[in-house]
């Protein structure tokens, strides 16, 4: 098999499964914790807040870059199909003129996010590496479907435009209108697992630091609180019409 229609044929397969990545993160955080040194941070709580809130800030910048291409796509595009490659329209404008994949960018910042949370800067490093060679395939697989559907104007596109980081250069405004109904649609799941991840990460460095399991009642309100607004919206979503929208997916 040619190596092009070997890394395409990879690519398909990680893209079915793209959504067992997080359960993978869960997983390697536990000995990624479990082998960090947190004893600069336990006299330290200014730096212990610094951290985290940096931490937040990575995480809340990659749910911002997700929304922004959630939110202006039509309902052609930008899917949560799990089978296989799916586009009947080409994004090229708003976020889409920056970079071609917002989606994955706002991904790995909303994981990088929880995973800077362990403070293991081995852990960064073995996660960037693991997202960089699983997106690589999939975006390679993604683009060859797009070029082989669209042809000539997605080869343009694709020219000019950054596969992963963003170039602002030729930003072209879109005329689809933000949707803030498409995101809570969308998104809250997404949000509310990465409300659980950080707790799931503050529990365990607080286990394995003390050598009590403890779970705090702070920790029980921010998931309860999670839970409830997600279990609301995924009510609204399946069983009413209030987040419901005509042109959007």
């Known amino acids: 098999m040619a190596l092009v229609h070997s890394f395409e044929k990879s690519g398909n397969t990680l893209f079915k499964y793209r959504g067992q990545l997080p359960i993978v993160l869960f997983l390697m955080s536990v000995p990624a914790v479990y082998f960090t040194d947190y ?37 052609n595009t930008s899917g949560r199909n799990t089978k296989e490659q799916v586009a009947e329209a080409l994004n090229t404008k708003g976020i889409y003129s920056t970079v071609r994949h ?7 910042f909303m994981w990088i996010g929880i ?4 403070y293991n800067i081995w852990f960064i490093l073995l996660f960037s590496l693991i997202f960089w060679l699983y997106y690589e395939r999939i975006m390679f ?39 803030m109904k498409t995101i809570l649609r969308r998104e809250y799941s997404g949000v509310t697992a990465t409300i659980i991840s950080f707790v799931f ?20 309100i ?23 929208e005509e042109d959007r997916s």
Request: aromatic share 16%; proline share 5%; glycine share 6%.
């Open 222 to 244: 921010i998931i309860g609180i999670a839970l409830s607004i997600s279990l609301v919206l995924r009510s609204l979503k399946h069983y009413t019409k209030v987040l419901f």
């Open 102 to 108: 917002p989606l994955y960018l706002g991904n790995y």
């Open 201 to 220: 990460v503050d529990f365990l460095r607080s286990w394995f630091t003390s050598g009590e399991v403890r779970f705090t009642m702070c920790q029980g």
């Open 39 to 75: 004893q600069c941070l336990k006299d330290n709580e200014e730096l212990s807040l610094i951290l985290l809130i940096t931490c937040c800030v990575f995480s809340f910048v990659g749910q911002v870059i997700r929304a922004i291409a959630i939110g202006t796509s039509n309902k």
């Open 141 to 179: 697989a993604e683009e060859r479907f797009l070029e082989r559907k669209f042809g000539q104007p997605y080869v343009d596109w694709s020219n000019s435009v950054p596969a992963f980081w963003p170039s602002y250069k030729r930003y072209i405004p879109t005329e689809i209108p933000f949707s």
């Open 115 to 118: 995973v800077m949370f362990t």
